[in-house]
């Protein structure tokens, strides 16, 4: 059985960090494409960041380029999102979310995955 767990979420000012660290297991990762999403109290569950399963593709929502970072382990079953500048907006459960692909494009709509984490709070202070 697949599993994915996040960590890492919290309190923090605008302008600071925070790194999320996604542990998968049940299953090699080595082929799964990973993803991260994120929602927002009243709004829709919306694409963050994606890595392919080699880790040569990423993909980022406009809202987060330049400002978030995310990667694969080196045991290639934990991916992470690092997140600068955070912004009061970037206030949101965050998922991280998996799909066995080998495909070079990065998958950014939820249903192109296929398992997911319970999310992990990030709140982000004005």
């Known amino acids: 059985q697949v599993q994915l767990v996040e960590s890492g979420g919290g309190l923090v000012q605008a302008g600071g960090s925070l790194r999320l660290s996604c542990a998968a297991s049940?299953?090699?990762?080595?082929?799964?494409?990973m993803g991260w999403f994120r929602q927002a109290p009243g709004k829709e569950r919306e694409f963050v960041s994606g890595i392919s399963w080699s880790g040569g593709s990423t993909e980022y929502a406009d809202s987060v380029k330049g400002r978030f970072t995310i990667s694969r382990g080196s045991a290639r079953n934990t991916v992470y999102l690092q997140m600068n500048s955070l912004k009061p907006e970037d206030t949101a459960v965050y998922y991280c979310?998996?799909?066995?692909?080998?495909?070079?494009?990065?998958?950014?709509?939820?249903?192109?995955?296929?398992?997911w984490g319970q999310g992990t709070q990030v709140t982000v202070s004005s």
């Open positions: 049940g299953r090699t990762f080595g082929n799964y494409a």
């Open positions: 979310a998996g799909v066995r692909s080998t495909r070079l494009r990065v998958g950014v709509y939820s249903e192109e995955y296929d398992y």
